[in-house]
Structure formats: C-alpha cells, structure tokens
T-cell receptor, first 115, second 111 residues
Framework: DGGITQSPKYLFRKEGQNVTLSCEQN?????MYWYRQDPGQGLRLIYYSQIVNDFQKGDIAEGYSVSREKKESFPLTVTSAQKNPTAFYLC??????????????FGDGTRLSIL | GQSLEQPSEVTAVEGAIVQINCTYQTSGFYGLSWYQQHDGGAPTFLSY????GLEETGRFSSFLSRSDSYGYLLLQELQMKDSASYFC????????????FGRGTSLIVHP
C-alpha cells in the first residue's frame, strides 16, 4: 500500500545538537511539506518542496533545514538554532502541490523532545 | 495573509448532529478544506469546497459561503469514533494552493 512513512516516532535532542527527521513517500507525489504542531495549535508550515532539488521556506523556517535530492524523500533537520524544538512534526505530500487543490496525505508524525 | 477562526471545543452526544464553523480572513482565496485528526495521529482529508454550497460525503457535509467568508463542517449521526480534532484549511493566495490551517476544534462525543 502507498503511503508516507515518518521516522522515528519519538526523538530526543540534547542541547546544541542537530537532529534529522525522516520522511519517505511511495505515492509518486511531486510535492512534500513539513509542518509543526504545538498543543492546541494548528499546523504551521516549516518548508515545502514542489519538485526535486527545489524547496521553499514556509511561515516558521528559522532553525530548520531541508533537502529534496529524491522525489521520495524530504528529510527535515532541526538545528541547534531552533531554541524551542519540542513539538509534533508532520510530513505531508500531495500530487501536484501548489498547482492544484489536491488534498494532502500525512505521515504519522515524529514527536521531538529536548533532553 | 490568511487567518482562520474555529471554536476550540464542541461537545455533543452520540446520534446527534454537530456543526463546526470556520471563518476566515484572507487576501485571495481558492477554497476551504477540512481534516480530521485523532489524538497523536495523522490528519486525514475529509472534504474540499471550491465553490459556494454544500458538499456531502456520507455522514459528513461541508459548506462554503465566499460572500460571508464562512464555512462549516456538519457531522450527522455522531459516533464515539468521531471524537477528534477537526481543522479547516484555506488555500493561500498568490496562485498557490498550499493550505493555511486553523487552530482546530476538539469534538467530544458523549454516550
């Protein structure tokens, strides 16, 4: 079955450490997204990518970095510059991204905490 | 930019009908989506309104009025499993369909 796989499910970060969250999809979708969700909050867009080797900053990109070297993969790195990284991180994909109003498909999320 | 307002919590009993409202302020607007998220899980797509009016999908319906900058999700014949958070999301302006999400409404269904 096609879907989006995020790993790990839980992740702990030490002070000053960079950590990378994995997101893989086998839906053959062009666009991929990273969102951050805090308790009682909606989903806030961190980065998105509409095609391979291209990505754009979302509303809260500071302290994060991404890459899109393959269509299937869109890893997110939470850098030490992100001072409040504790949150639930959701990866999503859609067939054509910003070119059409197609629904987004989400992974099961990664919960990141600070040690 | 966009902002979408939803009630933070709605409660109802099994078998009832509940309406979750969403009002938005946006410069440029294409349509309104609704997503369901159970605790700690992945949001799942429920519906999308690109035009004014009612879209029906089984027990769930969604409505949009562009003139009122308002939409709602209607859930009928409520079941316990419908207890979840529901998010409205408006398509961004400037030729992009990347959605902006509201803060979500927690629906609690009682027996």
């Amino acid at each position: 079955d096609g879907g989006i796989t995020q790993s790990p499910k839980y992740l702990f970060r030490k002070e000053g450490q960079n950590v990378t969250l994995s997101c893989e999809q086998n839906l053959n979708h062009d666009a991929m997204y990273w969102y951050r969700q805090d308790p009682g909050q909606g989903l806030r867009l961190i980065y998105y990518s509409q095609i391979v080797n291209d990505f754009q900053k979302g509303d809260i990109a500071e302290g994060y970095s991404v890459s899109r070297e393959k269509k299937e993969s869109f890893p997110l790195t939470v850098t030490s510059a992100q001072k409040n990284p504790t949150a639930f991180y959701l990866c999503a994909s859609s067939p054509q991204g910003a070119l059409s109003n197609q629904p987004q498909h989400f992974g099961d999320g990664t919960r990141l905490s600070i040690l | 930019g966009q902002s979408l307002e939803q009630p933070s919590e709605v409660t109802a009993v099994e078998g009832a009908i509940v309406q979750i409202n969403c009002t938005y302020q946006t410069s440029g607007f294409y349509g309104l989506s609704w997503y369901q998220q159970h605790d700690g899980g992945a949001p799942t797509f429920l519906s999308y309104n690109a035009l004014d009016g009612l879209e029906e999908t089984g027990r769930f319906s969604s409505f949009l009025s562009r003139s009122d900058s308002y939409g709602y999700l209607l859930l009928q014949e409520l079941q316990m499993k419908d207890s979840a958070s529901y998010f409205c999301a408006g398509d961004a302006s400037g030729g992009s369909y990347i959605p902006t999400f509201g803060r979500g409404t927690s629906l609690i269904v009682h027996p």
